[in-house]
């Protein structure tokens, strides 16, 4: 334990716990639902605008072209303005884009829509780590985002089976004028009722638990250190290899992702309600698999490898997925759960090592460019699955796309060198792991 941790007595309160990070998981939830509901909409929109599955690619991976916008400023204005007043106007400016999907008359627009959307949620993230930052200890604060960074994996669980039910029922303009309205019924008023920018904004938290706040973050942030120039963030060799190892991570993952329920249709030959309980399944999975590569991360200290291993096993089953789909369709299902499972759970151990890696006076901004840059696989990923149906006719040739991309990110992972010994990380630096924007 370091020297200066202060231990949290037994009865200073947990407010914090039972009233900020649910809330931050319900907006998250939401806003990830908005992000990703186009996948079900992709058949339809083909239809409406003539546009083939690349151009439909485009509408889905165009969103992260905008994400970055906001992720550097969108910290700033937390930290330097409030969290809570700049999460309440993303979540409005979110909310109208979303429903202006709903809108919209040609692919041109549907385009720019997406794009804004993308530039409204793409501050949300950075601002919640803010705000996290100024309610949770170091002590606390890897349990505070674990517990927050669930909300995307629960997200894909509510958004398949809803997608899947609303389209079949009625269109793809219900689709985001429901899941649009989410935000302005749900989000917004719990984010403005319950949520403050700090303790001392807080009548619900009690003094002491006010205190302890306090006091262990004016402690933490004694030990600090200075952070260096921004530009040296780019010549940092060890940073461009975690942002390559992101960007293809992101390719593999969100063409997966957006093209899943248009690969389980072609699977499965059943409509969309149905499609959308299936495609439940797959994150159910990402969850075990999220906890135990993490929890085993943590065991051996060796993140890199446990990057390499999750991406590894992703690729691998995606390719089997496709392979045996003549064979059977239940065992194709369970390589896709496999696949997504592998897909997401680098997560932990990928943030782990950059933490590990990363001089500690560069870690905030670092990560800031790795999730920014890193996220443009986000749009590629959509983008290249469609270009390679349309060429095609099948999917296998963007199964092998999306593999290859998550096996060679896993290499790449494992060329990373840390700058000390495992169990001496955190020791060495004298700080806490970071943890990620995504």
């Known amino acids: 334990m370091a020297a200066h941790e202060i231990i949290q007595p037994q009865n200073v309160g947990n407010q914090r716990w039972l009233r900020l990070i649910p809330v931050a998981m319900v907006v998250y939830i939401i806003s990830f639902m908005d992000r990703t509901n186009i996948s079900y909409a992709f058949s339809g929109i083909g239809h409406d605008f003539h546009v083939d599955k690349a151009m439909q690619g485009t509408a889905g991976g165009i969103f992260f072209v905008g994400y970055i ?17 700049f999460v309440a106007v993303m979540i409005i400016f979110w909310g109208l884009m979303a ?18 959307l993308g530039v409204a949620e793409g501050g949300i993230w950075p601002a919640i780590l803010v705000l996290i930052s100024h309610w949770f200890p170091v002590q606390e604060r890897a349990r505070a985002y674990a517990f927050w960074m669930a909300n995307l994996a629960i997200s894909s669980i509510i958004t398949q089976p809803l997608s899947g039910w609303i389209v079949s029922v009625s269109d793809w303009r219900t689709l985001f004028f429901v899941e649009g309205a989410l935000p302005f019924l749900i989000a917004l008023p719990l984010w403005l009722i319950f949520i403050k920018d700090r303790p001392r904004d807080a009548e619900w938290c009690s003094p002491s638990e006010r205190d302890y706040i306090e006091r262990s973050i004016a402690q933490d942030r004694l030990h600090e250190p200075t952070p260096g120039p921004f530009r040296d963030i780019f010549t940092n060799g060890t940073i461009w290899k975690l942002v390559g190892v992101y ?45 135990g590569n993490g929890y085993f991360a943590d065991k051996t200290r060796r993140y890199a490898l446990h990057v390499f291993l999750a991406t590894t096993m992703a690729a691998v089953s995606l390719v089997l997925s496709v392979y045996v789909a003549s064979l059977s369709i239940v065992l194709s299902i369970v390589f ?19 933490s590990r890696v990363l001089p500690v006076a560069l870690a905030g901004g670092a990560m800031g460019l790795i999730n920014a840059l890193g996220n443009l696989g986000g749009y590629f990923g959509p983008f290249l699955g469609g270009w390679l149906q349309d060429r095609t006719g099948s999917f296998f040739a963007t199964a092998i796309l999306f593999a290859g991309s998550l096996a060679l990110a896993g290499v790449l992972a494992l060329t990373i060198r840390f700058r000390d010994k495992p169990h001496e990380a955190v020791a060495a630096s004298g700080a806490s792991p970071r943890m990620p924007l995504s």
């Open 69 to 85: 916008m906001l992720q550097i400023p969108g910290g700033w204005l937390a930290e330097h303005w409030s969290a809570r007043k």
């Open 247 to 291: 960007f293809l991570i992101q390719v593999g993952f969100y063409g997966l992702n957006m093209w899943l329920p248009t690969l389980l249709k072609t699977l499965t030959k059943q409509g969309f309600g149905t499609i959308g309980l299936i495609a439940a399944l797959p994150y159910l999975t990402a969850i075990v698999c999220l906890i």
């Open 99 to 116: 429903l202006a999907c709903g809108l919209v008359q040609n692919f041109t627009e549907l385009v720019i829509a997406r794009f804004f």
């Open 336 to 354: 896709i759960c496999l696949a997504i499972g592998g897909a997401l759970s680098y997560d932990g151990p990928f943030w782990a090592a950059a």
